[in-house]
Nanobody
Framework: QVRLVESGGGSVQAGGSLRLSCAAS????????MGWYRQAPGKQRELVAR?????STNYADSVKARFTISRDKNTMYLQMNSLNPEDTAVYYC??????????WGQGTQVTVSS
């Protein structure tokens, strides 16, 4: 079992920045990939970025060059720059374990006003 706790969401004006954190606890040695997903009202949840245990990353096209995912031991971060209203969503932390299980955090709201 892996427990994930997100923090760092909030409200910001367009062009601003926010940094999200996700702290993992529990069976952290079983974590393979960690990632951030987001879900805007009326839309499906989508991948924002993810990072493997080895440090390889991939990003959604919509956030490339603006967002940076990083990982330090059992904490994952998402630095979000040049935010725009289309980035408004609930952001969720996710982990995938080597045994194929998925765990989700409770989500943190990010609101970007124009």
């Amino acid at each position: 079992q892996v427990r994930l706790v997100e923090s760092g969401g909030g409200s910001v004006q367009a062009g601003g920045s926010l940094r999200l954190s996700c702290a993992a606890s529990g069976s952290v040695v079983s974590i393979s990939v960690m990632g951030w997903y987001r879900q805007a009202p009326g839309k499906q949840r989508e991948l924002v970025a993810r990072i493997s245990r080895s440090g390889s990353t991939n990003y959604a096209d919509s956030v490339k060059a603006r967002f940076t995912i990083s990982r330090d031991k059992n904490t994952m971060y998402l630095q979000m720059n040049s935010l725009n209203p289309e980035d408004t969503a609930v952001y969720y932390c996710n982990t995938a374990t080597y045994s194929g299980f998925d765990f989700w955090g409770q989500g943190t709201q990010v609101t970007v006003s124009s």
